[in-house]
């Protein structure tokens, strides 16, 4: 998916900058209760989010972006032990090999109050205060970046208001944890409007905290990526970082999928279904085309049975046969790589 804007009065350098936005890694998250779910592959799935970072460390390098913006959540929380720190320092030590700056601010679930543990970040990683709003400049690219950690996992302040103006003759990025005015299911943290960010004179918002992708706004720009690994079902469909380029005065975004297991709803119909076998005919040709849009990635999905027909007499006598037929159906179609997290009537 691809967006593109103008903007008269931006200053944009010579040649053209290239940035990845994400946010919302969170960088080992157990994925808990996989173990609950028969034929979940468990073992390919726990590292998910991690493959995921490194995809996106891939990513970085690959399209020689100029910078990586961060917008909080890095981590899920505290680390269990060092090898969390260990595993984003070897993935920053890369991009710095290739040149490429990184910009971090903190989130709810990594505020500088929840974490207990920490290293030395490398030189190329620039983590924005959690005392008050910060701007690091880079001149060579014509670049301010204007931001702010979480000091504490409940921020209920607008951060963005206290952010300062647009620096002159640059392009002006805010990096933000926010739910904005508002998100279904996120909690209302560092609440703002789109006038607060308007108001400020900056080209690109990079916000973090929601995670599902969306474009909020486009003058000026105001840009959710998403979470970077779905974790559950509620985390459906693509995932991963926007890739944003600024040529003169053009800005435009292209969305990368990063994710390595991927989770979708499949919606099944019973009206018209005689039996048992022509509801596995049909589930087995849904699946095989969500295995196909996920492009080779572990698939995890949620069945729901809905409607009215004979086969209702079936799904309330052996219900739990239903499942296990449809559960098995998966694994054969996808070779082990498509789950049934659950199947609802």
Request: with cysteine; hydrophobic share 45%.
């Amino acid at each position: 998916e691809s967006n593109v804007g103008l903007k008269p009065d931006l200053h944009a350098p010579q040649d053209p900058m290239r940035f990845l936005h994400c946010a919302d890694i969170h960088l080992d998250s157990p994925l808990r209760g996989l173990e609950r779910y028969e034929g979940a592959p468990v073992e390919e799935v726990r590292g998910a989010t991690r493959r995921a970072f490194g995809n996106l460390v891939a990513l970085a390098r690959a399209e020689r972006v100029d910078f990586v913006v961060i917008a909080g959540d890095l981590y899920d929380g505290d680390w269990q032990d060092f090898n969390t720190g260990l595993c984003f320092a070897r993935g920053m030590a890369e991009l710095g090999e290739s040149g490429i700056a990184v910009y971090v601010v903190r989130g709810n679930h990594d505020a500088a109050s929840r974490l207990t543990r920490s290293l030395r970040l490398p030189a190329n990683v620039h983590l924005l205060s959690e005392q008050a709003p910060e701007t690091r400049v880079d001149e060579r690219l014509g670049l301010a970046v204007h931001g702010q950690s979480f000091a504490t996992a409940a921020v209920i302040d607008d951060l963005a208001a206290r952010y300062p103006q647009a620096l002159p003759e640059h392009f002006n990025l805010g990096l933000l944890h926010t739910a904005l005015s508002g998100r279904e299911g996120h909690a209302p943290y560092a609440p703002t409007t789109e006038q607060v960010l308007r108001a400020k004179g900056y080209d690109y918002w990079a916000l973090g905290h929601v995670h599902a992708r969306e474009v909020v706004a486009t003058d000026p720009w105001v840009v959710y990526p998403g979470n970077l690994q779905g974790r559950h079902v509620r985390e459906r469909g693509a995932k991963g970082a926007e890739l944003v380029t600024v040529e003169d005065a053009v800005i435009s975004t292209v969305f990368h999928p990063c994710d390595v297991l991927r989770f979708d709803e499949l919606v099944l119909d019973i009206a018209g279904l005689a039996d048992l076998d022509a509801l596995l005919e049909r589930a087995q040709g849904e699946v095989k085309t969500h295995l196909a849009a996920a492009e080779g990635r572990i698939l995890g999905l949620r069945v729901r049975l809905t409607g009215t027909g004979p086969l209702q007499r079936t799904l309330a006598a052996r219900g739990d046969t239903v499942v296990q037929e449809l559960r098995a159906m998966a694994l054969e179609v996808g070779g082990g790589d498509a789950w049934l997290e659950k199947v609802l009537f």
